[in-house]
């Protein structure tokens, strides 16, 4: 049964996603949705997800919706190599600074949100909300990020986590948006860390072509 996942190129919920099935050995059918043009509100995706989002992940036969939703049935269903740690306080510790981004910064700078305050104040209005938005959540990421499991390395422990499948992708809407990050020395390094691995550098937005639907293999 073919594993396909329903995602836009640019959407940071779906990067994370993609980088989750890569360091699984997953190996899935990309199917686009151009946001931009509404396809995520056309019959079809619906049928799919009735939120009218992605990504939306076929995959056991079931759909899958919610980005960290699909991370941990993944890590559940293909505990190797693991996204989550097994202690449940580092499990938590985890999963708070996955929700971090994904509650707090990227409700908040995405892309229904952004046409909102520019259709209310103007593009000016839309691009200074977006920068303020991401420079402070990242700001507090990095304070988050001062725990004992800290390695340097990655945002949990030596080996990458759902945290870093989250963070990453923001990083990535932060340069989009000029906002520095160089600053913030633990989510640097992390980040340093996570390009040397192809699991990640594979599952970047640049290496999508947002009108074309493309196999693709395990990423290990």
Known sequence: MTTALHDYWRSSASYRVRIALNLKGIAYERVPVDLVAGEQRSPAHLALNPQGLVPALEIDGLVLTQSLAIIDYLDETRPEPPLLPPHPMA??????LSQAIASEIHPIANLRTLKRVEALAGPEARAAWNRDTIASGLDAFEALLDHPAFTGRFCHGHAPTMADCTLIP??????RWDVPFDHLPRISAVAENCAALPAFAQ?????????????????R
């Open 91 to 96: 499990r938590a510790r985890v999963r708070a």
């Open 203 to 219: 599952a970047h937005p640049d290496r999508f072509d947002p009108h074309k639907t493309q196999a693709v293999g395990p990423r």
């Open 170 to 175: 923001q990083l990535y809407n932060a340069a």
